[in-house]
């Protein structure tokens, strides 16, 4: 599982992270939600070791990482998607999707065909440059390049974001996969309500830099989380 306890988090006098707690468990959908610059994205960041905490504490299967760099994390099994996917724009389909291999054993430093069986594009693909791709496609690329390091905790920030329909159809199918083989946590930021919604397990919304609201699916007042993404 892992654990955010109370961390805060600045950039110079600016204070992005203010007290903010989640777990994210094996075999949930945990999103995060809130509208834009409210911290959510230095939230991940800082999970995965790309923005350095200030204090409070960052656990993951019991293990505190919060000092950690980013590829230590990654080797403990935290993938990560990042908002804009990032992908490599001159290299491959397949170049892109080994570099996420880097961080393997080299006994395990191939691609796994469940991911072509969750986003079959790529398959049809694997000789085109990255840059080439749909903005969707991309986005299918990003995760599945974290999802060649196996991970036990997938991050993804905003993956829905300038996607089209069906393409955020195929993802929430995707992750919604996932979360049934119950191997590993996935923690989610996002602004699509509805989506977020209906695939998540639990929730948290942040306004401000800090934690407004948070709970399990079923307890959601809808009402209100909307109110608090709209502010």
């Not at 293990?63 to 994390?73: F, N, T, W």
């Not at 929430?172 to 996002?190: D, N, P, S, T, W």
């Not at 209906?198 to 809808?222: F, H, K, Q």
Request: hydrophobic fraction near 40%; charge should be positive.
């Amino acid at each position: 599982m892992l654990s955010v306890d109370k961390i805060d988090l600045f950039y110079g006098a600016a204070q992005a992270l203010r007290g903010v707690s989640l777990k994210a468990e094996i075999g949930k959908v945990t999103c995060v939600l809130g509208r834009n610059g409210v911290g959510k994205s230095s939230l991940l960041r800082a999970i995965v070791g790309l923005q350095s905490i200030n204090s409070g504490a960052i656990s993951w299967r019991g293990e505190e990482i919060g000092a950690l760099p980013a590829h230590q994390r990654a080797r403990r099994g935290i993938g990560y998607v990042p908002q804009g996917r990032e992908i490599f724009p001159l290299l491959t389909v397949r170049e892109n999707l080994l570099t996420g291999l880097v961080t393997q054993p080299r006994a395990r430093r191939f691609i796994d065909d469940e991911i072509f069986s969750l986003f079959p594009v790529l398959s049809d693909m694997l000789g085109r440059r990255g840059g080439d791709l749909s903005g969707g496609q991309q986005q299918q690329l990003a995760i599945g390049r974290a999802l060649v390091t196996r991970p036990k905790l997938l991050v993804l920030d905003e993956p829905t974001e300038g996607i089209q329909p069906s393409i955020i159809k195929d993802i929430g199918r995707a992750i919604a996969y996932l979360r049934q083989k119950g191997e590993m946590a996935i923690l989610i930021v996002e602004q699509y309500f509805e989506w977020a919604r209906d695939l998540c397990d639990d929730y948290v919304v942040m306004d401000r830099g800090a934690v407004v609201l948070a709970g399990d699916r079923g307890s959601m007042v809808e009402s209100e989380v909307r109110r608090r993404m709209s502010v």
